[in-house]
């Protein structure tokens, strides 16, 4: 059931599941989080302070034998994922046990062991779509401010040429590039759209920073206003809808200019605008074993450790039933991207729209959005590129 | 301020048997490497207790020097809805 078909046949099951609480059901995108420590100080996000009892690999081992070939969609998160000194072995496992369609890994592309450890990823999970997504939060000294680090932008430039060399050689890796779209960068979106335009990743994807219990940001003012943030994603979606994309590709830009959509509905009208699925379709493991339905509510559903490592025994048991009554009773809403796009798979008018979308014949180039759209100012490296 | 549910949550869930020692531990050491945190803020719930009602609003402790939450003697104990925040140097600019 580790293909795309598997995971759309699921669909139907997952909506009976959220109204009936039948049938039962494993996650098929879960996150991972095997340790908060990060080597990035971001304006926004406070991950990096905290320090956890962390899960070891043989408890991870047992903890992704419970959950069997049920997942699809893995994210390994972090911290800093790449800098966890056992990512690979953990990758490994997660391969062996679940043979997952997909496995995430953002990165800030710091560390200079970067590409050798994502080689050994890719190469030990071959059936697996490895995406390795490179933070970017503004071009040059702006990202290095936003994500504390000085020199941080040098390096990502480094490693983003050295994973698209990678990439070239392993045809399970895609790299792309990530921005968290927060009050720090929002003036300067274009500026990354048009760097990461000519960068040579595989894609683009914007987040927009919210709270998080996980990220300990609750109550900080990073998240733009709605109009900041209407502003710019229209720019975003201008550049998306201008590029021509087949296959696949098609199918996961029109997902995310729907996402874009969702969040600037999120934000205006502060409603859980599309059923949220967090706690039945996504779940996040954090890295002392406490299974929550999403890092946002960070509600805390059980830890494995007492639960002899058996995921089914908390996604089946008892306390999760107050929590899915919550989410179901739009209690809270979140522009989280990794739910969002498992909620628009599961929501019908935007499967329609994507699947129109898809379908309509010979989707007409528009010209605005990059021609528009300012050239950042060229870096030393990019102009020794040159 | 967006999420303002999410504000509210946090505050309304029990608090682990370490909390405190845990959440002012991690800003100790986001100050002592230099991160944007500047200290830590105790934002007590809507239904305090008097003892958190009668700490000085907003004031921004250094966590070795912070009220220990839930305080003592708070008549909802680990249910107790006060919750301490980071404050950063962006705020700080912000408001000054």
């Known amino acids: ?386 | 301020m967006a999420f303002d549910w999410l504000n509210k949550f946090h505050h309304d869930m029990e608090k682990g048997p370490d909390y405190a020692v845990k959440t002012l531990a991690a800003y100790r050491l986001g100050m002592k490497a230099k991160g944007s945190i500047v200290g830590v803020v105790v934002q007590p719930a809507p239904n305090c207790c008097d003892l958190a009602r009668n700490l000085p609003a907003g004031k921004v402790y250094h966590p070795d020097h912070a009220p220990v939450l839930p305080l003592p003697n708070c008549p909802q104990g680990r249910r107790c809805g006060c919750v301490y925040r980071p404050a950063m140097t962006y705020q700080q600019a912000e408001e000054g």
């Open chain 1, 1 to 386: 059931m580790n293909s795309m078909a598997g995971v759309l046949l699921r669909v139907p099951l997952f909506k009976l599941y959220r109204q009936f609480d039948w049938p039962r059901m494993l996650p098929i995108n879960l996150t991972l989080s095997p340790s908060p420590k990060c080597n990035s100080r971001c304006l926004t996000c406070n991950i990096w302070m905290k320090r956890e009892d962390e899960l070891t690999l043989d408890e991870w081992d047992k903890v992704l034998a419970s959950l069997g070939r049920a997942p699809y969609y893995f994210t390994i998160s972090g911290g800093e994922p790449l800098m966890y000194p056992h990512v690979v072995e953990l990758t490994q496992l997660t391969y062996e046990h679940c043979r997952p369609g997909v496995i995430t890994i953002p990165t800030n592309g710091i560390l200079p062991t970067i590409p050798e450890r994502v080689e050994r990823i890719a190469r030990s999970c071959p059936k697996s779509q490895v995406i390795i997504n490179l933070s970017l939060d503004g071009v040059g000294e702006k990202h290095d401010f936003i994500r504390g680090v000085v020199g941080n932008f040098k390096k990502f430039e480094q490693r983003l040429e050295q994973l698209l060399s990678l990439r070239s050689r392993l045809s399970n890796l895609t790299v792309g590039i990530h921005s968290v779209v927060s009050v720090f960068s929002v003036g300067h979106l274009d500026e990354i759209i048009a760097y990461a335009h000519q960068s040579g990743a595989d894609q683009f994807i914007t987040e927009i920073a919210e709270p998080r219990v996980e990220l300990d940001t609750v109550g900080l003012p990073i998240t733009p206003s709605p109009e900041d943030y209407a502003k710019a994603i229209d720019r975003l979606i201008a550049y998306v809808e201008s590029k021509r994309f087949t296959g696949l590709a098609r199918i996961t830009e029109a997902f995310r200019v729907e996402y874009y959509k969702l969040v600037k509905r999120i934000l205006d009208e502060q409603d859980q605008v599309i059923a949220c699925y967090a706690g039945w379709v996504s779940a996040h493991i954090y890295s002392d074993g406490t299974v929550w339905p999403c890092c946002v509510r960070a509600d805390n559903l059980g830890n494995l450790r007492d639960h002899n490592y058996d995921f089914k025994e908390i996604w089946f048991g008892e306390k999760i039933k107050e929590v899915r009554r919550s989410i179901a009773a739009k209690e809270c809403h979140c522009p989280l991207a990794n739910a969002s796009y498992t909620n628009m798979l599961h929501d019908i008018p935007t499967l329609a729209r994507v699947g129109a979308k898809v379908l309509r014949p010979g989707n007409k180039r528009q010209q605005t959005a990059i021609a528009d759209t300012p050239r950042p100012a060229p870096t030393a490296e990019m102009v020794a590129k040159k």
